[in-house]
Structures are given as C-alpha cells and as structure tokens.
C-alpha cells in the first residue's frame, strides 16, 4: 500500500500527464454533451452511448501514451529501483503498482464518462416522454462502457507498460503508431474496399477478425433491442490481448522463463483466445460478407442459391422443442408429423448444422443437407416421429446470450417442405406454418423471453400457432387498447407511438393478435397473420403502421 500511495503521488504530480488527460476528457465529453442537447430525445436512446464508443480508439491510445510516459520517466529517473529497494525486492514489483495506479487512473475516468452517459440518457428519456426504459438502459450501458471504455483502455495500459520497457523512445511511439492505425477504423474501409474490388471473393475482415477489438458497425442504424455487442466472443478477444501484455511483461521480469507464473499467463491467454474462437452468434453490423447486414445477401443474391421449392406431402403436428441459447443457438426438435412417408423434406436455414436425426427409438435415421434444404430418409424407420439436433445462429436472426431475434416466419426450425426463405437476401418470405401446429418449448438462456405462446409455471411455452416467435435482449411489453405489444423501449417509445400502434392493428381488425416491434437488420421481413404481427423498427413511421 505504502509503494501504491508513492506511486500514485509521483502521478499526481505530473502536470503534463494531468493536463493532457483533463484537456482530452473535458473537449470530448463537452462534444457529446453539445450534440446530445441537439438530439435530445430524438431516436435512440443508446445515441449518446454510441457517440462515446465512437472514441474508444481516441481512449486506448490515451492511456497507451499515458502509460507509456509516466512508465518511461519513472524508468529513466531510476524511481523504480528505489521504490523497490523500500518494498519487498521482487523484481516486477513497480510493473504491479505501476498498472495499480494507472488502472484506478482509468476506473475514475470510466465511472465519469458512464456517469455523463446515464446522466445525457435520462435526459433523453425525459424530453421523449419514453417510457419503461429506465432500469433497461441503466444495467446495459454500464455492461457496455465497462467492456468497451474500460477493458479497451487497459489494453493501452499494459501496453504502454511494455513499450516502456524499451530504451529508444523512437522505437516505442513508432510502436504507438502502428497501434494507432490498427485500432482505428481504417483497416475496415481497406477491407471493404478490397471485398468490393475482388466481388466479395476476398474477405479481409476475417483474417483481421483477431485484431478488431473495437466495436463494429457504429455508422448503421442503432439495435436498440440488443445493443452494441457485449458478448463472451468479445469479451475473451479483449482479454485476449490484455492477458498478451501481462504475459510479456512475466517473461522480461522473470529470471526463470518457465516459472509458474509464466505458465499459468501462457494457459490464461490460451483459454482467452479459446473462448473468443469458439462458434458464436455474433451481431456485426458492418459491411462484411458474412456480418449481419450481408450474409443472407451475400448467399442468395451474389451466390444465387435456389432451394427448388416443392411440397412435403405431410404436416407437422405437434413440436417440442429443447433450446439451448448462450454462445449460439442449439436445438433438439422433436416432430410429430401427419403422414408416414418414405422420405421427408424439410426446409430449415442453411445458418444451422444439423448434427443427426434421430426416428421415435433413438435409432439414426440417414439425411441429406443442401443449403437451406433438409431430407430425411424413412425407408428404414418407416416413423412419424423424427428428432433434428443442430446448432447455429443466422446473422440478421440472431440467438445469443445478449439477445434472441427469432421471427415465427423465420425456418430456424425444420417446417414442411422446400420453401424459399429469400431470392435476395432482403425481401424475406413470411414463411408462417400453412396448418397451425402444437409447439412446446423450452428455452435454456440468461435473459427473459417474449414469445406469442403462453409461458407455463415450468418455465416452458406451449400452445397452438403458425410459428412460434422468440425474442430477447432488451425488450418489454405492455397492453394497450386490448393489444399486447413488445418493443424496445430504448428505441424511444412513448405512450402515444404505442396507442397509435395498437390503434391501427384494432382498426384492421387484429383484435386478438401480439405484435412484435423488432429491430432493423437490413431485411424487409415485416409479417402478419392472424395471430401475430412482426414489423421493423421504423420509429419513424409508427403512426403510418399499416396492417
């Protein structure tokens, strides 16, 4: 503690380095709060907090050359060694207390730049009149700072802590900026130029994939039903690169290069760059080929698939469904078909891989994948109860532990029949079920769900439909007129938007259907039946809903 105090009086002390984190802090956070007084209560309510994430490149270079500093000056006026000689001699001992001081550094500034961001937010909530959104937006834009100011920012830190380690201080800010042009959005226009130039044939955001540790997709229409993303994937990228740094400065300060340390660093980032690796139902709304905006686009239009459509000669009757919804979606679909058949044909999103398929004893039954085709052969088990196992997650109708945007219309379940989800990849068919059928779910994910069938005491959904839709993230949902609505409130819905939504479903004759606001990803996919309505997140034409 006593070396910690020291230390962060050394800091304290440093005119210089003060100056320039006040000066940076006070001109940007002035910028957001000039244009959050001109935006105040128009669109999203997450605009202030995407305005602040826009700089998290400006924060991490910040604290790397605030690092690397005061590292540097400490180093170069021996501070360092007297500092151990008063504490316990280990040798990276000032590295420690070093990071210590300029981590809480950091952690203040992050608690004043979320403080500004929830204080701008509320007045959003207020001048737009919007209304169950408060505890939504509080809890979110707190998980999102901490891993998109914070943990960004702490990259800079260790790094700035290594870099400090080398004499040439040309050395170390032409280091600084290589990391400048990584981290800045530049490589993502290259990569975008490059995709355009080869017709999509060369995707460079892939093999960057590694080093984009920025948030993505900040010029596209803001997902106020999930937010920008904070998923595990992310999250492990950050510490990836995080526990990088802490790794390289074990191995310079320790005699032993194979100490316990040293390994139990290398197993750390090993686990880290693991659980960024691993599948994942990501929601990139760049402009990549296989981002949220592109993928369906990129499959249908550019690679001109056609599933053939034809009838399957049965219906399914009954579901029961087992999902499970964290890192991606992966579903265990039990069906009760109307017909015995010696083959059946199923069309199911090509964004799932099926794993096996399984007749009413367990037995394997043989089946064939084509895009978003599935054929199942009943030769052998002549059965009417068929179990599909796969896993997956489609870009645009995502299912991760942030957020589920599973349309009714959407085949993220097997349906009867080769149909034609999309030519285009934007128009979106409204493939509802042609005969209502059973279904009883279960829903295995962190966040609370909102589906048109009713949620019984275990936890499970069930009843009778034309599609079973399931969303989550940050949505709610409230009656009015006689009408269940769920919609996220952070896009600025207000008691009149609402009326004037469920209004115009009565006035169309709607009475006894749920109507689900989702969000914008780049899909006409608005459908409407009977039970259900499904339509995008124009804010702005709410009150032109047709129906």
């Avoid at 709304?285 to 993928?295: F, P, R």
Wanted: with cysteine.
């Amino acid at each position: 503690m006593r070396l910690y105090k020291e230390t962060f009086r050394l800091f304290r002390k440093d005119k210089f380095l003060w100056a320039v984190l006040l000066a940076y802090n006070v001109l940007s956070m002035a910028n957001i709060g000039y244009w959050a007084k001109v935006d105040l209560g128009i669109g999203s309510m997450l605009e202030h907090t995407r305005m602040i994430l826009m700089l998290c490149p400006q924060f991490l270079l910040l604290y790397l050359i605030l690092s690397y500093e005061f590292c540097s000056r400490q180093h170069r006026a021996n501070l360092a060694e007297t500092l151990v000689a008063t504490g316990g001699g280990r040798a990276n001992q000032p590295a420690i207390v070093q990071l210590a001081v300029l981590t809480t550094v950091l952690f203040i500034n992050f608690l004043a730049v979320t403080g500004l961001n929830l204080f701008l937010t509320s007045l959003s909530f207020t001048a737009s009149r919007t209304v169950d959104a408060g505890h939504i937006g509080a809890v979110y834009i707190v998980k999102c700072m901490f891993v998109n100011v914070f943990l960004i920012s702490l990259i800079g830190v260790l790094l700035g802590l290594v870099l400090s380690k080398i004499q040439k201080r040309v050395v170390g800010y032409g280091v600084i900026m290589g990391v400048a042009l990584v981290v800045s959005y530049l490589l993502e226009e290259i990569s975008m130029i490059v995709m355009v130039l080869t017709d999509y044939a060369v995707n460079l955001s892939d093999l960057l994939d590694l080093f984009q540790i920025m948030p993505t997709g900040l010029n596209y229409q803001i997902n106020s039903a999930f937010g920008f993303p904070i998923m595990t994937y992310r999250v492990c990228l950050i510490l990836f690169w995080c526990l990088v740094m802490i790794l390289i400065l074990l191995v310079r300060d320790s005699k032993n290069k194979r100490s316990i340390k040293t390994l139990i660093g290398l197993a750390c980032c090993i686990a880290a760059l693991i659980g960024y690796a691993l599948p994942s139902s990501r929601v990139d709304m760049s402009l990549s080929s296989s981002g949220s905006v592109m993928a369906d686009q990129h499959y249908y239009e550019v690679g001109q698939y056609r599933i053939g459509e034809r009838e399957g000669g049965f219906e399914v009757e009954r579901y029961r469904m087992d999902l499970d919804v964290h890192r991606l979606l992966k579903a265990k679909v039990t069906m009760d078909v109307s017909r015995c058949r010696k083959e059946y044909r199923f069309t199911l999103s090509h964004s799932y891989e099926v794993e096996r398929v399984t007749d009413a004893q367990g037995k394997e039954m043989a089946f064939d994948r084509d895009g978003d085709a599935l054929l199942v052969d009943n030769r052998r088990a002549n059965t009417k109860r068929i179990t599909v196992e796969y896993h997956g997650a489609n870009e645009a109708y995502y299912s991760n532990s942030q957020g589920m945007n599973l349309h009714g219309s959407f085949p993220y379940y097997p349906i009867s029949g080769y149909r034609q989800i999309t030519e285009d990849g934007l128009l979106m068919n409204p493939l509802f079920l042609e005969q209502d059928a059973w279904f009883e779910i279960r829903v295995h994910t962190p966040k609370q769900v909102y589906s048109n069938l009713r949620q019984q005491e275990d936890g499970s959904w069930t009843g009778m439909s034309n599609g079973p839709t399931l969303l989550s993230g940050l949505y709610t949902s409230t009656v009015k007129n006689g009408v269940e609505i769920v919609y996220a409130p952070l896009s600025g819905w207000n008691a009149d938007a609402l009326d004037a939504v469920t209004k115009a479903v009565r006035k169309a004759g709607y009475r006894d259907c749920k109507v689900f606001i989702t969000p914008i990803m780049n899909r006409e996919d608005s459908a409407v039946s009977e039970e259900q309505i499904l339509t995008r997140n124009y804010f702005e034409d709410v009150s032109e809903l047709e129906v």
